[in-house]
Structures are given as C-alpha cells and as structure tokens.
C-alpha cells in the first residue's frame, strides 16, 4: 500500500513545486511587461 502511495506523493510534491516555480517567474514576467507598458504609455501620452 505505501509502495502506491509513495511515489504518487512524491510525483505530487514535485509537480507543486514545479507550478511554485512557474507561477513565480509568470508573475514576474507579468509585472515586468505590465512596468514596462505603463512606461511606454507615459513617454507616448505623458505631460
């Protein structure tokens, strides 16, 4: 019974930290491209 469980576990373990990993950089990702087009808005329509 534990040599089922364990692995499935393990695999599930690996996958959160997988989707920890990916979420973090997506988010970064998004927080650089939305920096990114405030800046441009500012210098196309800035004052």
Known sequence: MHAVI???AHHSVMKIC???KVTR???K???DFYENS???FFKLYGT
């Open 29 to 31: 990702a998004v927080d």
């Open 18 to 20: 997988w989707l920890t």
């Open 38 to 40: 405030i800046r441009i």
């Open 25 to 27: 950089e997506a988010r």
């Open 6 to 8: 364990f692995p499935f």
